[in-house]
Each structure stands twice: as structure tokens, then as C-alpha cells.
């Protein structure tokens, strides 16, 4: 992650007003860019939708954006994808949330405990991308704090997370475990298995 990405996220995770100012303003850029009529994705029916079972995964962000997520596309012991899940019948994209965003990590399966292996697919685990302790985004892969597995780090208040043991909490101040998001296979691709466990996001998260 480059210091301009760690600034933008602490910037958006400070300042509410400022991070939607900023998601509009790179929404509308993208429209006036574009010749033909405007239709916000974010907009569409069942785009704010939290994922359901059955939805895809598409890369959040890049080159592939939109693009479904499939497990050759990830690099064994990270860094995570960023991925946004997708309905394969109306082709919606669920991105009318900040809520939906998840971020995708490849390990091995030994490393997983057994809980977390059950909600994987072929090592591939899913959990919330946003911090359970202010609700920013979590933005950085890292060394574990005295440790040496790399972990989600929210770089806003420093809490870590280790996707290996279910997301929970190994430093900062963050009150509880990510929220994972159970995986299958189906047909090559990644697929949702069932809805959100626990709660997505905290309290103050919009």
C-alpha cells in the first residue's frame, strides 16, 4: 500500500463528510467521461443489497474491475483482493453499499483453524473490509504486530486482524472479529455460500 492509500483511507475514516465528497466526486467524474446516459451502478435495484448466497466475487478496484474473481487470480498467502459480490442473474454489482466491500485472501488450507476452513473454498477466505471499530476501511496487509504472519491492518487506529483464526482481533483497538463471508466453488469461480457472519461494520458506519 502507497502513503497516498494510507492518507486517502485516514482521511475518509476521519472525516465522513469528506469521504462521501470524494466517492461522489470520482462517480461523477466517471459519468461525465462517458457519452452515453449516466446510470449510477450504485443506483440499481439490489445494488445496496448485502451479499446472498449464490452471488459472485468481481475485483473492486484496477485493471479487472468487474471482472469475476476466480482462485488462479490470487496470490497464495496474499496480499487480499479487494472484491465487491455480485448477482450472476441481474448482473448487478452490490456496490451501493460501503458495507459490501470484502476483501479476498488465498492461504493454505493447513494454516486455517477448523472453523475457518469451513467458510473457505480451496483456501480462499472472505471477511468484511470495513474496521469493526470506527468503520474504516481496511487498507493494509502487514507483519502482525510481534508477530511474523501477515494480517489485515486497518490504518486508521492500528487494529489487526488475522484472516487464519476467523479475522479475530490480535492488536489494537478493534472490539471484535471481522465478519466473514462464507465461500463455495462453483464452476471455477468463487461464489457466496451464505450471508455475512456478524454484525458488518460499527456502529457509526454509513
Given amino acids: 500500500m502507497t502513503r497516498t492509500d494510507t492518507e486517502l483511507a485516514t482521511a475518509m475514516c476521519q472525516d465522513p463528510t469528506r469521504r462521501a465528497l470524494i466517492l461522489t466526486a470520482l462517480a461523477t467524474g466517471a459519468c461525465l467521461a462517458s457519452s452515453s446516459p449516466c446510470i449510477a451502478e450504485e443506483d440499481l435495484p439490489g445494488s445496496n443489497e448485502r451479499p446472498q448466497k449464490g452471488d459472485v466475487l468481481v475485483f473492486a478496484e484496477g485493471d479487472r474491475a468487474g471482472e469475476v474473481i476466480k482462485p488462479q487470480d490470487l496470490q497464495a498467502g496474499g496480499p487480499p483482493v479487494r472484491a465487491w459480490p455480485k ?3 441481474t448482473s448487478v454489482v452490490r456496490k451501493g453499499s460501503r458495507l459490501n466491500e470484502v476483501l479476498v485472501v488465498k492461504l493454505e488450507p493447513a494454516e486455517l483453524d477448523e472453523e475457518t476452513r469451513s467458510r473457505a473454498a ?4 472472505a471477511y468484511s473490509a470495513i474496521c469493526v471499530h470506527t468503520g474504516c476501511p481496511i487498507t493494509a496487509w502487514v507483519k502482525a504486530a510481534g508477530g511474523d504472519k501477515d494480517v489485515f491492518k ?6 489487526e486482524y488475522d484472516p487464519r483464526q476467523g479475522a479475530q482481533v490480535v492488536f489494537g483497538p478493534a472490539p471484535r472479529r471481522l ?6 466453488m462453483d464452476d471455477g ?16 458506519a454509513r
Fill in 87 to 89: 448477482d450472476p442473474k
Fill in 122 to 125: 480451496g483456501g480462499v477466505v
Fill in 154 to 159: 486497518c490504518v486508521c487506529h492500528n487494529s
Fill in 179 to 184: 465478519p466473514a463471508l462464507p465461500l463455495a
Fill in 189 to 204: 469461480s468463487l461464489t457466496v455460500a451464505a450471508t455475512f457472519i456478524g454484525k458488518v461494520g460499527a456502529q457509526q
